[in-house]
């Protein structure tokens, strides 16, 4: 069997970074890790290419060569999956389908003519399917309730990957949360009990890694790394030493809950091991959405205090904000970007709230009426409310596109990156020095160029680089790094403002819905 594993286009997102990436010749952030772990749960005597489509496209050999194409996407992608399911099918192949988008809506994908649908988690699911292949059948769809235990999981075939393309390479350790914040869709399909793989089975998979060559970072993309915190500290520990004894190949970046902050030895393991930045769900600084939205674990201490212990342990934190949960009070646009400042958090993805397919806030809204017609739910920050919210959508939409370009003024975000580096802690240890790539000095040379020279930061720049130089060294090539990041977002700050303004034209064109009022004790957490 000759399976041709196909990943469809990420738009342009705060995560694309597309100008960050062409400054060190890379073209995708991350690489599609469900389809590789596909590719090893699948019988290994069946054969496997891999197209990434935001590397490149198919070739007509691959197309050709293929006696059937497996597609996994997220919601974001869900445009491109869907015309390239129909241009599979147009060349009489056999078409699978999975991954979060369609687990979700199935009948999204059906109906443009997938075959099989490989929904939920694979370890369970991608047997079936093989089951059935080898039956013969032409069909089906292949769904199970049941969480598998992740320690069956084999190594992904990193080995399909077109390495030279991605900036950092994906491993993850656990499935799901423990907690229960209303418009998350990962407890959904993950459950609320993370499962973790064995500290050997991580360890081996960042072996093969290392025996193909990669250097460059590594992005835990669990959901919530230190949901099960037990574990997780088991892996840190055998980490600490494989990292030393491997010469500290590799550096980590991952997503966490706030309540890493009350865990210092969780924060120093974490830093031991090379851990560089950490991404919060932080959402908003109002205590009642936080509440309405069952967010309790964002209630319990100051945020602004918690995001500083983990600077200061050594964690660069990147930040999640949503704006429009029920209830919300004007001016929270503002909040946010107050928020972010005090904090010194440099880097923040910021959205509409989006009720996700099947979550706890869809279910809710569907039940009150509140659904707008057509539109399914989109994590992007170019897309207006899926909703009916409780102020008017103008006023939420118009706060956000401000606040958005706020925290991405130039000037802005060099100061907060600034403060946040000043604090920053930083490991015991220090990596052997590497000859820089080439690449990589050009690049440098273009941020100062830009940053330094060109733009109306530049007094700022150098103040800051040389105090930086002085006073925290050990974090400089971070703080470079980071500094570096803005020429993403001074131009998607751009792409945001023409989307979410265009979009609101037409929506108010149509004739705005009234906000909708929700009695007293609805809100109440």
């Not at 062409?22 to 749960?41: C, E, N, Q, S, W």
């Not at 009642?288 to 600077?311: H, M, P, Y």
């Not at 660069?316 to 646009?333: L, N, Q, V």
């Not at 102020?391 to 003024?409: G, H, K, Q, S, T």
Request: aromatic content about 12%; overall charge negative.
């Amino acid at each position: 069997m000759r399976v041709l594993l196909v990943y469809p286009i990420f738009p342009k997102t705060f995560w694309s970074y597309e100008k960050i990436l062409a400054l060190v010749d890379r073209k995708v952030l991350l690489p599609p890790l469900g389809l590789v772990t596909v590719a090893a749960i699948l019988p290994q005597e069946w054969e496997f290419k891999l197209v990434d489509r935001n590397i490149r496209p198919a070739t007509e050999e691959e197309w050709a060569w293929a006696d059937i194409v497996i597609f996994s996407a997220m919601i974001v992608q869900k445009q491109d999956l869907l015309a390239q399911i129909q241009e599979a099918k147009r060349r009489g192949k056999l078409v699978a389908v999975g991954g979060p988008y369609p687990t979700s809506t199935p009948h999204e994908v059906e109906k443009v003519g997938a075959d099989f649908l490989i929904l939920d988690e694979g370890e369970i699911t991608l047997p079936m399917f093989v089951e059935s292949l080898q039956k013969g059948e032409k069909s089906g769809v292949f769904r199970t309730t049941e969480k598998p235990d992740v320690t069956i999981t084999p190594i992904p075939r990193f080995d399909l990957l077109e390495f030279d393309a991605y900036d950092m390479m994906s491993v993850q350790f656990s499935r799901g949360c423990p907690f229960q914040c209303e418009f998350c869709d990962i407890i959904v399909l993950y459950g609320r009990k993370p499962r973790t793989k064995t500290p050997a089975q991580l360890l081996a998979e960042l072996d093969y890694l290392y025996e193909l060559g990669w250097r460059r970072s590594v992005f835990m993309v669990d959901d919530n790394f230190i949901g099960n915190k037990r574990n997780v500290k088991l892996l840190l520990k055998e980490l600490k030493v494989w990292v030393k004894e491997h010469g500290y190949p590799f550096f980590f970046d991952t997503e966490a809950s706030v309540d890493l902050a009350q865990d210092p030895e969780l924060m120093q393991l974490m830093v031991d091991c090379g851990f560089k930045a950490v991404f919060l769900g932080i959402e908003t600084p109002d205590e009642e959405s936080l509440q309405l939205t069952k967010k309790f674990q964002n209630t319990r201490g100051s945020l602004a205090d918690a995001v500083q212990t983990i600077i200061k342990a050594g964690l660069r934190p990147m930040a999640g904000f949503i704006i429009g949960f029920d209830g919300e009070k004007s001016g929270a646009g503002d909040r946010i970007v107050r928020f972010a400042e005090q904090a010194a958090i440099p880097s923040t993805t910021f959205a509409m709230l989006q009720a996700l397919p099947n979550t706890a806030l869809w279910h809710r809204l569907t039940k009150e009426g509140r659904l707008r017609e057509n539109q399914d739910g989109n994590i992007n920050q170019t897309t207006l409310m899926n909703f009916i919210p409780t102020r008017p959508l103008e006023e939420i939409a118009r706060e956000y596109v401000e606040a958005f370009c706020a925290l991405y003024d130039p000037v802005a975000y060099l100061d907060r990156t600034y403060r946040c580096f000043l604090m920053l802690g930083s490991p015991d240890w220090t990596p052997a020095p590497k000859k820089p790539e080439l690449i990589v000095i050009k690049a440098l040379l273009i941020v100062l160029w830009r940053q330094g020279i060109l733009r109306e930061t530049r007094w700022k720049f150098w103040h800051h680089l040389f105090s930086i130089l002085k006073r925290n060294p050990k974090v400089f090539e971070q703080y470079i790094s980071t500094c570096a990041h803005n020429e993403h977002f001074i131009e998607y700050r751009q792409i945001v403002r023409d989307e979410i303004e265009g979009q609101l034209a037409a929506y108010l064109a149509q004739g705005a819905e009234k906000p909708y009022v929700v009695e007293k004790e609805k809100v109440v957490a």
